[in-house]
């Protein structure tokens, strides 16, 4: 275990601080004669100040010796260790796709135009933009690429949910989109933040030559990206493939390989290129998905968490599982099957399954892992 896995101590100094202890230490001080029984004036008037001291030492104290270091720093206080280190945190990511209108021939879209999907009852509508304008021609469909209008994982609907437009649009009579919007990420969370920050740090004194942390380290400073595999000499040599999963362990969008791509390569700009001047071609496919699925019988855990909650926290702690997953080429077993009593409240189980047996998980090389079914018990 380094220093960024090590659980925060507190330093010796805060201890023996308990109101009962400091309001002692502050009667014994008291002059000769004064007196010093429960409910005298000078108990009752050392008290307060007591607990407000024991507050300030145990918790004031402590959670700024934590904020130092980026270990244990959270929220806006992380954001300013990540500026130190020459990086920021990720926004949230935009959804996008695109969407076939049918109409009338020469109908105008412009860009901008407003398609949604259906809202219920527990949800809004999901409102997605136009990303330029567009004319039906004569074969009376279109199709036009959008992206969501609000940011994060919400914004990614599934195939054939968009089916209205919000203007109304004379010449159209039906939208929808064929395939999956994609690619809405939600503000890069404190752990991946601190993973990031990490690496930067362990890499100082990098050649930045294009080597495999380099390009990931290129990929994942684009919005949305979650991870990426190298292959190097894919095509020959001179040749780099990389292999995108977004922030949500999907394959990446068309768009998201575009912004990677840029940002590496960036064409318009050579002056902002990242790409190795040897490199003669660079290459970047979505990942095909391993799906896995996990079973869980005879759980024990106690009355402060639930079912749906420990599912919720396994899938966050496996998910951190993939990536040494994806470097190694294997999921392995007796690396995820302790993660159930990582849970807080878990403390048993009886059997724990991955895709129906107690194997490890063999990866291709551009195969990422991604969980399909969670069935705890």
């Known amino acids: 275990m380094d220093g960024w896995d090590a659980e925060f101590v507190a330093p010796e100094f805060v201890g023996y601080s308990e109101p009962e202890e400091i309001q002692q230490r502050m009667m014994s001080a008291l002059p000769d004669g004064i007196d010093d029984m429960p409910g005298g004036f000078p108990y009752d008037f050392t008290m307060p100040t007591a607990i407000e001291k024991s507050e300030l030492i145990q918790f004031h104290l402590v959670r700024t010796l934590m904020l130092m270091f980026p270990q244990y720093a959270w929220d806006t206080w992380l954001d300013l260790h990540a500026v130190a280190a020459g990086i920021e945190r990720r926004p949230a990511g935009y959804a996008s796709g695109e969407i076939t209108i049918t109409g009338d021939t020469g109908t105008i879209i412009p860009s901008g135009s407003i398609f949604c999907t259906e809202a219920t009852d ?44 919000l203007q109304n649009i004379k010449g159209v009579s039906s939208v929808r989109n064929t395939e999956a919007i994609s690619g809405g990420t939600d503000v890069e969370s404190d752990a991946d933040l601190r993973e990031r920050i990490k690496e930067k740090y362990s890499q100082e004194g990098a050649s930045y030559i294009g080597n495999d942390a380099d390009y990931i380290r290129w990929a994942k400073e684009v919005v949305g990206v979650g991870d990426c595999i190298v292959v190097p000499t894919w095509n020959g040599p001179g040749t780099v493939k990389l292999v995108l999963v977004d922030s949500n362990g999907t394959p990446a969008n068309r768009k998201l390989i575009e912004a990677v791509y840029d940002h590496i390569v960036s064409p318009k700009d050579r002056s902002q290129r990242l790409l190795p001047t040897g490199t003669a071609e660079l290459t970047i496919v979505p990942a095909s998905i391993k799906k896995v699925s996990y079973t869980c019988t005879g759980l024990v855990y106690d009355s402060t968490i639930d079912i749906s909650e420990i599912i919720t926290q396994f899938k966050v702690l496996v998910n951190r599982e993939y990536s040494d997953a994806k470097n190694t080429g294997t999921l392995v077993y007796n690396q995820i099957r302790p993660l159930i009593t990582d849970i807080p409240g878990v403390t048993d189980f009886d059997t724990f399954l991955i895709n129906g047996s107690e194997e490890n998980i063999v990866l291709e090389r551009e195969e990422y892992p991604a969980t399909e079914n969670v069935d705890f018990s």
């Open 122 to 165: 527990g949800s809004p509508a999901l409102e997605y933009a136009t990303d330029e304008s567009v004319v039906i021609p004569e074969g009376k469909m279109v199709n036009v690429a959008i992206t969501a209008v609000e940011a994060g994982k919400e914004s990614n609907t599934k195939a054939d949910t968009i089916k209205f437009s």
